[in-house]
């Protein structure tokens, strides 16, 4: 059985209706990406999986737990923590204390602690006392990835962690996902960028408009299947 999956989710804000019957899963210890253009409904996705969206109870299954509509907070306590779009750091913490807020959810030991992320980000430790804000783009989103962290999950949602950053920093954020793999925490990456996205993950899926319209193992989907299920068949 998955350790996560989805079964015919679907998601609404008010009469919109965002995702229609989306089914994916997730192994034990894979990395999956989900990519797609704008609007496609990755973030409502990575919502709905981390509660911040409460959906059908019955949709989104966590090991043998039914999670669809659990609150954003037992969700992460159950073991899925989110790094969000955007890093949304808080502003008047230092690093240090973000990092240490995401330890609000851990339960038991873990690989992760002030220690290890510090040993996987070094520059963080640098400027573990500044406040997250005074860091760059790319510092802050590796404040967001060791935030998530620190809760030590099974699961760790990423959504579009390489958005405005240079491709030379977006390199070393996605060089972090190999390493969180070994700890053997499962990861989910949402992603615009398809080419970073295919080099880390074990199996893709592709969205448009609400729905999964392709999935399969890097090598084996074609440029042009991609390209159809990204943008629509032309
Ligand atoms: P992006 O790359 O922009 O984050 P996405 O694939 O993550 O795109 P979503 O953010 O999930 O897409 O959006 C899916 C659809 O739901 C879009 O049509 C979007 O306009 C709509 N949507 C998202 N958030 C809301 C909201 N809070 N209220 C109303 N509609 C929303």
Partial sequence: ????????????????QALFGVDVHLEEGETVAIIGANGAGKTTLMRSISGVLNNQAEA?????DKIGSTHAADVLKKGIAMVPEGRKLFPSLSVEENLLIG?????????????????????LQERRNN???????????????????MSNPRVLLCDEISLGLAPVIIKDIYA????????????????????QALKV??????????????EGSPSDLSRDAIHNAYFGAS
């Fill in 1 to 16: 059985m998955a350790l996560l999956q989805t079964q015919n989710l679907i998601a609404h804000y008010g009469d919109f």
């Fill in 60 to 64: 989104i299954t966590f090991d043998t």
């Fill in 103 to 123: 330890a609000y959810g851990r339960k038991g030991n873990g690989p992760w602690t002030l220690e290890t992320i510090y040993r996987m980000f070094p520059v």
């Fill in 131 to 149: 406040p997250g804000t005074a860091l760059s783009g790319g510092q802050q989103q590796m404040v967001a990835i060791g935030r998530a962290l």
């Fill in 176 to 195: 972090a996902l190999p390493k969180i793999k070994e700890t053997g925490t499962s990861i989910i990456v949402v992603e615009q960028d398809i080419g």
């Fill in 201 to 214: 993950a074990d199996r893709v899926y592709c969205m448009m408009e609400g729905r999964i319209t392709l």
